[in-house]
């Protein structure tokens, strides 16, 4: 055993997903040396801002704005190709610092064809998907009947292998409304792929594991939240891929030991986008005050996001299964200038209250704990210099959670950061 090897640190969404992972992810990656991406599509949008300037990130890892790091989009990811390369676009010299595994999915345009169709079908029933295609890709890979990132390398192969796809399910497309593409059309777009992003497929398992035998500093970057976790979230109201920290080492090819320090991330209150229960979910002026001084609006969708209040008892159930360390507070200054501060301590269900998320949450109504509120945290950098009654809503939190919160983000910027040292 190499006695140089290092372990993986690890950042995770804890709520509904769009918890400021990005901001956190680049915070961190300004120390690392590698930054990888395991789990989900560009259904997933991370926010950051440096310097004034807002970069919108959905596939390529968050560590991209470091320019000596090396970032690595993991098997676990589905890619979408087109989407992919208009990111790539933002960015200069990409090359020997981008990599993508061969091992990875290609979603591609049909997917997302299916995914609108299907929600189209299902009407009042619909999930609330982005209809981006994840689900419908995942399905593909989870059937055996997916294509992977490697196969790019013989766009003629691929695209028969697509055609035949068709074929076989010739009256499951034909009911949906979803066309096969012309072949010389569907060649024409493989061949596009192939050109812009053949530099940069590689076998990412093994460079990863290069870089943990060398002792290099690696962060891995989660997608949604763990929520919306295929297993452990409000299923059928989830993403399609597992989003907890476990999904790090079947998206990257790792194992439990290569992982270190787990760093989840959540929002002073609650978001969602899309449908499902969200127990602490606020209907009047609170939540509306919540989207609009939280800017709450979707990264990818432009979806105005549900908002509430901060939920304890989901937060404790997440905490535990993805094994967190420490807790990043997000966007702690959207709670300036509220009266009163309301945090979800427990459900009533079916008369009962209870400390734990049940099998369903749809029937769950919150049980709420209120906190005096405060004037400003906003760009706050010392936790002495915050508020006395931010303060103890902080520290009451991590009583309820149990884990600590050793990061406090109090404005989009960089610099807006306070970092707790224990």
């Not at 959905?58 to 970032?71: F, Q």
């Not at 589905?78 to 200069?92: C, G, R």
């Not at 997000?330 to 709670?335: I, P």
Request: glycine share 10%; aromatic share 8%; charged share 25%.
């Amino acid at each position: 055993m190499n006695s140089k090897r290092n372990r993986a640190d690890l950042i995770v969404g804890l709520q509904w997903g769009d918890e400021g992972k990005g901001k956190i992810v680049d915070h961190m990656a300004q120390t690392h040396d590698v930054v990888c991406r395991f789990a989900g599509g560009h259904n997933a949008g991370h926010t950051i801002v440096v310097d004034d300037k807002t970069y919108a990130l959905h596939l390529i890892p968050s560590g991209v704005l470091n320019p000596k790091a090396i970032n690595i989009v993991g098997n676990g990811v589905v890619l979408s190709p087109a989407d992919f390369i208009k990111e790539m676009n933002q960015f200069d010299k990409l090359e020997e610092r981008l990599f993508i595994s061969d091992k990875a999915h290609l979603l591609l345009p049909y997917h997302a064809s299916i995914d609108q169709a299907r929600e189209r079908m299902k009407g009042d029933r619909a999930i609330g998907t982005t209809g981006k295609g994840i689900g419908p890709a995942y399905g593909d890979k989870i059937a055996r009947v997916g294509h992977r990132v490697g196969e790019l390398h013989h766009p003629e192969k691929l695209m028969l292998k697509i055609r035949h796809h068709f074929e076989e399910n010739r009256a499951i497309f034909e009911a949906m409304g979803v066309e096969m593409p012309e072949e010389s059309v569907l060649l024409e777009e493989l061949l596009g792929y192939q050109k812009a992003l053949e530099p940069y497929i590689v076998d990412t398992t093994l460079l990863v594991w290069k870089a943990l035998d060398e002792g290099q500093k690696i962060l891995l970057e989660g997608a949604q939240g763990t929520m919306l976790d295929i297993d452990h979230g409000t299923y059928p109201f989830v993403t399609s891929s597992t989003t907890v920290s476990a999904g790090a080492c079947s998206g990257l090819g790792i194992n439990p030991k290569d992982i270190g320090q787990v760093t989840g991330i959540a929002k002073a209150y609650c978001t969602r986008v899309g449908n499902g229960p969200f127990p602490s979910e606020d209907f009047g002026d609170d939540g509306k005050r919540l989207r609009k001084n939280g800017h709450e609006f979707g990264t990818t969708t432009g979806r105005p996001r549900r908002c509430g209040w901060f939920d304890a008892v989901a937060m404790r159930h997440a905490v535990r299964i993805n094994g967190v360390d420490q807790v990043a507070l997000m966007k702690l200054d959207v709670l300036d200038g509220f009266d009163e501060v309301k945090v979800c301590v427990g459900y009533e269900v079916d008369g009962q209250a209870i400390d734990y998320v049940p099998y369903d949450l749809e029937d769950a109504t919150p049980i709420y704990q209120s906190f005096p509120g405060w004037d400003k945290s906003e760009g706050v950098r010392d936790f002495e210099e915050l508020p006395a009654t931010a303060k103890s809503y902080i520290q009451s939190l991590e009583k309820m959670i149990g884990a600590k919160i050793g990061i406090i983000s109090t404005s989009p910027q960089r610099e807006d950061t306070i970092v707790r040292r224990s």
